[in-house]
């Protein structure tokens, strides 16, 4: 370790998560940084990200806005903004029913733009490695904790932080490491629990996703509503969402095909795949003409099984600590995954950061992290769940098909707000709360020590 740098802190993974907690940390001069990446080069997957007021006053906070507000042609907008518009579009003639209206909008980025602005912030003496993906760590009582990637490499730190994704290595070994312990002290129930949250799950939904040339779409239907607005579609068992991003170049577009009932099960197959769109389109043919403009243009769609996390009894291990999708994997049903990565960041680099946390009591400095995050994100990984409930009309004991005109209205409109209310955390209130009480329980833990 460099002269005069408290300790060391090991990043696996350069996603948006892991990316931003090395920015976040990278203000605090004596933490000594190393992020380690397993792919060969850094890229992101997926096209569009979408933040709404909570996160960005952390991109705020981290100096990042001026450079993203560049990289995006949405305006931001502080006050009451529409944010999507909602169709009823499972018939032949949609239904404009319903537009969330957010304090503060929603800004969309290709990721890959927000992935160079978040590297652009990152000092040269963060270093970054690709082509090593970890396989394991060893956590001991005193002394670094060790680090053992597939090429054989290895690596030595004083603290993991574990941004590695939904298939986290680093999950899977803390976990595990938890489950041991707790089935060494005959803490059966306890070390099952641990063991059934290594593995992620299907939610019974599919994503598929695709860029749109906003030209292809405009000669295909010149004054279409997603160039301007975004736009969500829903049906039974079904929706689509669409908006611009690259500065109105690109629509970004995904189609979800729901199987509530296969919640929690095994999707068999590559969760990631080129398609064809044949694959999908077929349920939506009875949709609305919009719909059929959108599936006109869609060329080379990607499937994604959306698989989660089971809710986690804990994020933390030690000197070891997982955020973003390896801690939480949510559905996208809330446009919040990337939002809670980006808090999760924040958060610990907040206690990490924090003049009374030494090399000798990294573990509770963690253990602050996780009692603020993993009751929040949990709550939050329910309510995007519920979302994906609501635009596929999956909801006991109300329909949406074969009513009256006015009762099918006020079912939509009861909807409409049924969603907003699940919804309207993001942008009611303030990561500043999540900063005190970290700070607090930081105070509260290191006091007469």
């Known amino acids: 370790m460099a002269p005069g740098k408290r300790f060391r802190v090991a990043i696996c993974g350069a ?3 892991g990316l931003t907690a090395a ?5 605090f001069p004596d933490i000594e940084l190393e992020i380690f990446e397993g ?14 007021p909570r996160p960005w006053e952390v991109v ?7 450079d993203l507000l560049k990289a995006t042609e949405i305006k931001l907008t502080e006050g009451p903004v529409t944010s999507f518009r909602y169709r009823k579009s499972d018939q032949p003639r949609g239904l404009d029913f319903y537009k969330l209206v957010t304090k503060g909008n929603l800004m969309t980025f290709h990721r890959s733009d927000f992935q160079k602005v978040l590297l652009s ?5 963060c270093r970054i490695h690709c082509s090593k993906r970890l396989r394991s760590y060893a956590q001991h009582q005193s002394g670094p904790i060790e680090l053992f990637f597939e090429d054989g490499s290895t690596y030595t730190c004083d603290v993991l932080i574990g941004a590695d994704g939904i298939k986290s290595v680093v999950r899977q070994n803390l976990l595990s490491e938890k489950a041991r312990w707790a089935q060494s002290e005959g803490r059966r129930a ?3 629990e641990y063991a059934a949250g290594i593995d992620p799950v299907w939610c019974g939904t599919n994503a598929y996703r695709a860029l749109i040339p906003a030209e292809r779409l405009r000669a295909r239907w010149p004054n279409h509503r997603v160039l301007t607005q ?6 039974e068992g079904g929706y689509m969402l669409a908006y611009p991003i690259s500065l109105g170049k690109m629509i970004n577009f995904v189609a979800f095909k729901s199987q509530h009932h296969l919640e929690n099960t095994k999707f068999n197959g590559p ?11 077929g349920m939506f043919r009875s949709w609305e003409p919009e719909v059929q403009a959108l599936l006109d243009c869609v060329e080379k769609p990607l499937r994604w099984a959306i698989h989660t996390v089971r809710p986690l009894g804990t994020f933390t291990s030690g000197r070891v600590a997982i955020l973003g999708d390896a801690a939480h994997a949510m559905t996208p049903h809330q446009g919040s995954g990337a939002g809670q990565a980006i808090e999760d960041a924040y958060i610990l680099a907040t206690v990490l950061g924090h003049p009374s946390t030494t090399r000798g009591n990294l573990a509770n400095a963690l253990s602050v992290y996780d009692r603020v995050r993993r009751s929040s994100s949990r709550k939050i990984q329910e309510r995007s769940r519920l979302n994906g409930q609501y635009f596929t009309f999956h909801i006991d004991g109300v329909s949406f098909s074969n009513l009256g005109e006015e009762q099918l209205w006020s079912n939509l409109q009861k909807l409409g707000k049924a969603f907003t209310k699940n919804w309207e955390w993001v942008w009611t209130t303030s990561v500043e709360a999540s900063v005190q009480e970290a700070l607090r329980l930081l105070q509260e833990s290191t006091a007469g020590r």
């Open 23 to 27: 920015v976040a940390l990278a203000k």
């Open 121 to 125: 912030k990152l000092p040269r003496s």
């Open 15 to 17: 996603g948006i998560g």
């Open 190 to 192: 306890e070390a099952a």
């Open 230 to 235: 975004p736009t969500q579609y829903l049906g």
């Open 60 to 66: 705020r906070r981290l100096g990042l806005e001026a």
């Open 39 to 52: 792919a060969s080069q850094l890229a992101e997957l997926g096209a569009g990200i979408g933040l709404f």
């Open 271 to 281: 969760w990631v795949s080129p398609t064809d769109s044949s694959e999908f389109v």
